[in-house]
């Protein structure tokens, strides 16, 4: 993904982003992707607005609890996958499932479930996450 495994720094750089936004200081164009993300989800602008109480938290989904970081690093992600259409044909699929969804923040939703689920097995597994396994979870739920 873009930012690399350090969850600090991709952390901080989603406060730093939020904090930029609010103050109307001017973005480098990364910063306005990160920007587009965090205004489609109102619900995590509170927390952005508190780095010192929320840098370090652990959000344990056996409790429920949503990591917004991840979801909104998700968003990030697929975004530069549908960029460079990697795997092959995910763009045409997107555009099925905007049609499907007839929203592209839900047809996102809907493709970060499939790479969630993906990511999961590679790691169950103890390998790479495969690429055709991916296309098909996307399919499956494109296709439902």
């Known amino acids: 993904m873009i930012f690399g495994s350090d969850r600090q720094a991709l952390r901080k750089m989603w406060f730093e982003v939020y904090r930029k936004v609010q103050a109307g200081e001017p973005l480098i164009p990364l910063e306005k992707q990160i920007s587009e993300v965090i205004a489609l989800h109102p619900e995590y602008h509170s927390m952005l607005s508190q780095p010192e109480k929320y840098a370090d938290k652990d959000y344990l989904p056996e409790f429920g609890e949503t990591n917004p970081f991840l979801h909104m690093s998700l968003h ?43 990511l999961w097995l590679a790691q169950r597994e103890g390998r790479m996450p495969d690429e055709q396994r991916y296309l098909e979870l996307i399919k499956r739920r494109v296709q439902a």
């Not at 530069?80 to 839900?106: M, V, W, Y």
């Open 76 to 118: 990030m992600g697929l975004r530069e996958q549908l960029s460079n259409n990697r795997p092959a044909g995910i763009q045409s699929l997107f555009t099925q499932a905007c049609l499907l969804k007839g929203d592209k923040h839900e047809a996102e939703h809907l493709f970060m479930e499939a790479m969630a689920e993906a």
